[in-house]
């Protein structure tokens, strides 16, 4: 090789090197899509990407004027759009954050990310309303390798791994059965299991497996909930109908997860939470607060004699002081999850709490109307109605 040919390559090397350093340095681009008195901007799905360093947020949608303003206001851009439908694409996003707390623009928004070329995409729960919509966004992200993450930021915590490990070395002992209860406030019953069950749901198919079939009945003022008695939800999530809702559900590791929902049965200082209940223990999380899970060894039920306590599990184990000081904020603020879809983008993989994932929710919230509505039979999956059961009762 000659001189001018080594000081060619060399330079061509050089090019390519500092190429490639300035893309891995560029920041990605969010576009957030938000719609104020339709959802806003979910539990900080748009000023979460403020404190996540590899991103920089470079306009915002929002068909509201006055929500606009003060969203660009809030995030620092120069920028704002006012319909995702026709907008989204010149944006050039990386990564799309759709925030608003209604479901019924999920499905849209979605589908209008992935066209627009986004690589990953953070979506508010629930996911969508049905099934169906569910499949199309899963099946035209597959076709653009569309990462999509969704905002069960529980799902995230670290403590749900240690939690898999210490069930598996026998802490509860034989895991007999998971129990969910909503928020049970004036929510109760239908909402509730879809605004707030849904995160419950999706944690407690970590430790049971998916879902095989499902039974249910749905009660409204103490009878069997009837046609008559369907109405809206808020939030977009379509026909409902039930201040009080049982379900069973039967999983492929054979251990049934329950939910149940009563409206104001609840109360401020308890509720919205799981138990993993065990011949030798039990494992309860409380939604949305530290530590997220506790042991309550012995048998659940055997009376003693001798007190028993709870014991914190944290990132670091049974009874271990938490190592990670601003856990709160990690989970709270959807960090954890923002750097979660980020690598997941990088590596190539799903994110932690998947598009797919998203869908295991929607089908079981499905499958317990649809049970009511054949009078309590069992139901199996996957469902074969991919629409709303209570839209179609006749």
Request: with cysteine.
């Given at each position: 090789?000659?001189?001018?040919?080594?000081?060619?390559?060399?330079?061509?090397?050089?090019?390519?090197?500092?190429?490639?350093?300035?893309?891995?340095?560029?920041?990605?681009?969010?576009?957030?899509?938000?719609?104020?008195?339709?959802?806003?901007?979910?539990?900080?799905?748009?000023?979460?990407?403020?404190?996540?360093?590899?991103?920089?947020?470079?306009?915002?949608?929002?068909?509201?004027?006055?929500?606009?303003?003060?969203?660009?206001?809030?995030?620092?851009?120069?920028?704002?759009?006012?319909?995702?439908?026709?907008?989204?694409?010149?944006?050039?996003?990386?990564?799309?954050?759709?925030?608003?707390?209604?479901?019924?623009?999920?499905?849209?928004?979605?589908?209008?990310?992935?066209?627009?070329?986004?690589?990953?995409?953070?979506?508010?729960?629930?996911?969508?309303?049905?099934?169906?919509?569910?499949?199309?966004?899963?099946?035209?992200?597959?076709?653009?390798?569309?990462?999509?993450?969704?905002?069960?930021?529980?799902?995230?915590?670290?403590?749900?791994?240690?939690?898999?490990?210490?069930?598996?070395?026998?802490?509860?002992?034989?895991?007999?059965?998971?129990?969910?209860?909503?928020?049970?406030?004036?929510?109760?019953?239908?909402?509730?299991?879809?605004?707030?069950g849904a995160h419950l749901l999706n944690l407690a198919v970590v430790y049971s497996g998916k879902p095989v079939a499902a039974s249910a009945t749905l009660f409204q003022n103490g009878r069997p909930v009837t046609k008559a008695d369907l109405k809206e939800g808020a939030e977009g999530i379509g026909p409902i109908a039930g201040d009080e809702v049982h379900a069973r559900f039967e999983t492929e590791s054979g251990v049934?997860?329950?939910?149940?929902?009563?409206?104001?049965?609840?109360?401020?200082?308890?509720?919205?939470?799981?138990?993993?209940?065990?011949?030798?223990?039990?494992?309860?999380?409380?939604?949305?607060?530290?530590?997220?899970?506790?042991?309550?060894?012995?048998?659940?039920?055997?009376?003693?004699?001798?007190?028993?306590?709870?014991?914190?599990?944290?990132?670091?184990?049974?009874?271990?002081?938490?190592?990670?000081?601003?856990?709160?904020?990690?989970?709270?603020?959807?960090?954890?999850?923002?750097?979660?879809?980020?690598?997941?983008?990088?590596?190539?993989?799903?994110?932690?709490?998947?598009?797919?994932?998203?869908?295991?929710?929607?089908?079981?919230?499905?499958?317990?109307?649809?049970?009511?509505?054949?009078?309590?039979?069992?139901?199996?999956?996957?469902?074969?109605?991919?629409?709303?059961?209570?839209?179609?009762?006749?």
């Open positions: 090789m000659n001189r001018r040919q080594f000081l060619t390559t060399t330079i061509a090397s050089s090019l390519a090197l500092a190429a490639g350093a300035a893309e891995e340095e560029r920041k990605l681009r969010v576009v957030i899509v938000g719609h104020t008195g339709h959802g806003d901007y979910g539990h900080g799905l748009d000023t979460m990407w403020l404190r996540v360093p590899e991103t920089q947020v470079v306009t915002v949608i929002d068909p509201e004027s006055a929500g606009l303003l003060k969203a660009m206001q809030r995030l620092k851009v120069g920028g704002g759009m006012d319909s995702y439908k026709v907008l989204l694409a010149p944006a050039k996003p990386d990564l799309v954050a759709i925030a608003p707390r209604y479901v019924d623009e999920h499905h849209d928004m979605a589908l209008a990310a992935i066209e627009a070329g986004a690589q990953g995409i953070y979506i508010e729960k629930p996911f969508c309303r049905t099934p169906a919509e569910a499949d199309e966004i899963i099946a035209t992200a597959e076709r653009r390798k569309v990462k999509i993450a969704i905002a069960h930021r529980n799902r995230y915590h670290p403590v749900v791994p240690v939690v898999q490990r210490v069930v598996k070395e026998d802490a509860i002992g034989r895991l007999l059965e998971i129990r969910c209860r909503g928020k049970e406030d004036p929510r109760g019953g239908a909402e509730d299991l879809w605004v707030l049934p997860v329950f939910f149940d929902s009563v409206a104001n049965a609840g109360v401020k200082t308890a509720g919205f939470g799981l138990q993993l209940i065990g011949t030798k223990g039990i494992i309860d999380f409380r939604f949305d607060s530290e530590p997220l899970a506790q042991l309550f060894a012995g048998n659940p039920f055997q009376p003693v004699k001798e007190p028993r306590a709870w014991v914190p599990i944290t990132s670091a184990g049974i009874g271990q002081p938490e190592p990670i000081a601003d856990l709160k904020d990690q989970v709270g603020l959807h960090l954890l999850p923002a750097h979660d879809l980020i690598a997941a983008i990088h590596e190539g993989r799903p994110p932690l709490c998947s598009a797919a994932d998203g869908l295991a929710v929607v089908e079981m919230i499905m499958a317990i109307f649809e049970s009511h509505r054949l009078n309590g039979q069992r139901v199996t999956f996957p469902l074969a109605t991919r629409q709303n059961p209570l839209a179609q009762w006749t």
